[in-house]
């Protein structure tokens, strides 16, 4: 029992960790762009990562996790960059006014009949990812452990918790401001973005996993920094040359 | 044949805008920077600090010429 209990409790902390960022992408793009594509994205990556589960089993832990890794976070981290941009332009240029409007300019979710595949597939790859390593950790500890049951459960039950907490939090996230949102997300792609590109090269972060929280402080302080000189800039204050 | 080429046009542009967007600079500084901190690893230099570095000065480069262009 205590074998089951310790590999329960070792998954499912273990896998929290990757779920929580599997849902803060589902949940950031689904704010930003709008559920219906978010979700299938989401559903369709469950989809697949059902069929890659079933299909490769044990085999699981072969899968080169590192190229994976390489090249979404490299795609995130670009893609990440253009929101954390324009986050910051649109912040220092409204700051924090129309709370819950809509941006003038651009519609608040995805306003065309057919499926937004910006949205798509930003939640599909953050859920295939992320669920290839709650898929991995759930192998190999339920193999080395020959509990191969509770590290199911324990890596599911993980999934469907916090994913449940992120979403049932969504109503909340859509009456922040838009624009602060972008940020927001723009900041969080860059984090783990910048985080998966150098763990697929194979560059070790100082502190492990705890870098990511230093890279969201960096990050949130650059923002900071240049929200404050392009408000500056615009209300004449500095110079823009 | 028209409606095709239409087709691998477009699939093509959704692409480059999801990926590169409107300022290309910034996803060439990512690919220079991942490709440096290739070659810094590979010769056991610590080389986990280029790319946060590259984000800071990209966003502060392309913020500035972004100010310039809109006054």
Same mark, same amino acid.
């Given at each position: 029992m205590t074998g089951i209990?310790? %590999? *329960?409790?070792t998954t499912f902390l273990a896998s929290a960790v990757e779920a929580i960022e599997m849902v803060t992408i589902v949940v950031g793009v689904g +704010?930003?762009?709008?559920?219906?594509? =978010?979700?299938? #994205?989401a559903a369709s990556g469950f989809g697949v990562l059902a069929v890659v589960v079933v299909v490769l089993g044990a085999a699981l832990s072969r899968v080169p996790i590192g190229p994976l890794r390489l090249i979404v976070g490299a795609l995130l981290l670009t893609f990440g960059l253009q929101w954390f941009?324009?986050?910051i332009m649109r912040v220092a240029a409204r700051g924090l006014a129309g709370i819950g409007g809509q941006d003038p300019h651009e519609a608040a979710e995805w306003p065309g009949p057919g499926m937004d595949w910006t949205a798509w597939l930003l939640a599909f790859k953050g859920v295939?990812?992320? #669920? *290839?390593?709650?898929?991995?950790? %759930?192998?190999?500890? /339920? +193999? /080395? +452990?020959n509990q191969f049951g509770a590290a199911i459960v324990g890596g599911v039950a993980a999934v469907i918790i916090v994913g449940g907490v992120g979403l049932?939090?969504?109503?909340? %996230?859509?009456?922040?401001?838009?624009?602060l949102l972008q940020l927001i997300v723009g900041i969080?792609? =860059?984090?783990? /973005?910048s985080f998966w590109s150098l763990e697929g090269l194979g560059v070790e972060w100082p502190a492990g996993d705890g870098a990511i929280v230093g890279l969201l402080v960096l990050y949130v302080l650059t923002a900071a920094t240049y929200i404050t000189l392009e408000r500056q800039r615009a209300f004449g204050l500095r110079p823009a040359a | 044949m028209d409606r095709l080429g239409s087709w691998v046009i477009g699939f093509g542009r959704f692409w480059y805008q999801f990926i590169i967007g409107d300022d290309w600079t910034m996803a060439v500084a990512v690919a220079v920077g991942l490709?440096?901190?290739a070659v810094l690893n590979a010769n056991h &230099?610590?080389?986990?600090? @280029? &790319?946060? @570095?590259?984000v800071v000065t990209m966003l502060g480069i392309s913020l500035r010429r972004a100010s310039k262009v809109g006054q």
């Open positions: 209990v310790a %590999v *329960l409790i +704010a930003t762009r709008g559920w219906r594509s =978010t979700l299938i #994205g941009r324009k986050g295939v990812l992320e #669920g *290839l390593e709650v898929a991995f950790i %759930v192998v190999t500890f /339920g +193999a /080395g +452990a049932s939090l969504h109503r909340t %996230v859509r009456r922040i401001p838009r624009s969080l792609l =860059t984090t783990f /973005g | 490709v440096l901190t &230099i610590l080389a986990w600090w @280029l &790319i946060p @570095l590259t």
